[in-house]
C-alpha cells in the first residue's frame, strides 16, 4: 500500500501570495494517476489536478501541479480569499488507491 | 460524463448493519473503477475500496478488509457499501468516486444508540 505523506500541515498566506504544498510517495507512482483535489467545508473534493500537471475543467491557471516518481507539488500562485480549502494528492494506480492526509491552506 | 447519485443520510444503532448505495449515469459503468471513500468528522479522506462491476472482484484497504462489503448490479447501474458490526467510529459521510474526480454526494451515516 503506497503511503502518500503530505507537507506542511497547514499554511497562512496572504492574498497574492504563492503556495506551495507537497506530496512525497512512499514508492514510486505512475504520475498518469496522480491527481489534487479541493475540498472546503461540506462539500464533496473537487478535482483540481490529474496526471500530476493537467488541470481539471474550469480550473484556473493560477493553479499547477508538478512532480514525478515519489514527489509531486501543487502550486497556487496569486492566492484568492476563496481558495481556503483543505488540498488532498492521491494516488490510484493499480488495485489499491490512497490519499495524503491533507493540507489545510488558510488565507490571512 | 459519468454522474454519481448516492443514496440518502442514515442513523443506525451499534451493532447494526447499512448499505449505501451509488447510482451511475453516463459513462460505461460496467468497466469503471467505483471506489468508496470515508470522511469521519474532521478528519481526512480515507479509500476504502472498489470494485469494476464488469470483473465483480472488489479490492479493499487493507485496514477494511473483512469489514466492508463492496458490491455492484450491472442492470441497474448501481454500487454499493455494506458496513456491519457498526460502531460510534463509523460515523462518516461516505463517498463513491470514479478516478479521476467524478464523485457522489455523500452520503452521512450516524452510528448512536
Known amino acids: 500500500e503506497i503511503v502518500l505523506t503530505q507537507s506542511p500541515g497547514t499554511l497562512s498566506l496572504s492574498p497574492g501570495e504563492r503556495a506551495t504544498l507537497s506530496c512525497r510517495a512512499s514508492?514510486?507512482?505512475?504520475?498518469?494517476?496522480f491527481a489534487w483535489y479541493q475540498q472546503k467545508p461540506g462539500q464533496a473534493p473537487r478535482l483540481l489536478i490529474y496526471g500530476a500537471s493537467s488541470r481539471a475543467t474550469g480550473i484556473p491557471d493560477r493553479f499547477s501541479g508538478s512532480g514525478s516518481g515519489t514527489d509531486f507539488t501543487l502550486t497556487i500562485s496569486r492566492l484568492e480569499p476563496e481558495d481556503s480549502a483543505v488540498y488532498y494528492c492521491q494516488q490510484y494506480a493499480g488495485f489499491l488507491c490512497s490519499f495524503g492526509q491533507g493540507t489545510k491552506l488558510e488565507i490571512k | 460524463q459519468m454522474q454519481l447519485v448516492q443514496s440518502g443520510a442514515e442513523v443506525k444503532k451499534p451493532g447494526s448493519s447499512v448499505k449505501v448505495a451509488c447510482k451511475a449515469s453516463?459513462?460505461?459503468?460496467?468497466?469503471?473503477?467505483i471506489n468508496w471513500v470515508r470522511q469521519a468528522p474532521g478528519q481526512g479522506l480515507e479509500w476504502m475500496g472498489r470494485?469494476?462491476?464488469?470483473?465483480?472482484?472488489?479490492n479493499y484497504a487493507q485496514k477494511f478488509q473483512g469489514t466492508v462489503t463492496i458490491t455492484a448490479d450491472k442492470s441497474t447501474s448501481t454500487a454499493y457499501l455494506e458496513l456491519s458490526s457498526l460502531r460510534s467510529e463509523d460515523t462518516a459521510v461516505y463517498y463513491c468516486?470514479?478516478?479521476?474526480?467524478?464523485w457522489g454526494q455523500g452520503t452521512l451515516v450516524t452510528v448512536s444508540s
Open positions: 468516486a470514479k478516478n479521476p474526480g467524478v
Open positions: 470494485i469494476i462491476p464488469s470483473l465483480d472482484i472488489p
Open positions: 453516463g459513462g460505461t459503468f460496467s468497466n469503471s473503477a
Open positions: 514508492q514510486s507512482v505512475s504520475s498518469n494517476y
